[in-house]
């Protein structure tokens, strides 16, 4: 984790988002920013599924993301990390909100 390797996650303002370009940063981004239509839709439907759906296509992108981009470490700038652990955070968010809109309560740490 950043706290256990004394990396503390700056202002959003200061972090340059532009530096997520790898295709698996741009699949998470995809996928949080169909949020607000996912969950349109769904109301509009009356079809929750479309809600877990799009929580699972997260969950796949951000695995692939998670195993092919490293957030801490040396090989990985510090510009890049902190560009990284706001989009994890990010994620984080998307978690809270898809599983939370299904009624469903989601561990803080795994």
């Known amino acids: 984790m950043a706290a256990e390797r004394e990396v503390e996650r700056r202002p959003l303002a200061d972090v340059d988002l532009g530096l997520l370009t790898h295709e698996r940063e741009l699949e998470v981004l995809r996928s949080l ?19 877990g759906t799009w929580v699972r296509e997260l969950a796949d992108r951000f695995h692939g993301f998670y195993h092919d981009c490293s957030v801490l470490g040396g090989d990985v700038e510090p510009e890049q990390t902190q560009a990284r652990l706001w989009l994890v955070e990010a994620a984080r968010v998307g978690f809270a909100i898809g599983l939370h809109l299904l009624g469903v309560s989601a561990p803080d740490r795994m």
């Open 33 to 51: 920013s169909a949020l607000p239509e996912v969950v349109a839709l769904a109301t509009a439907e009356r079809a929750p599924h479309k809600v």
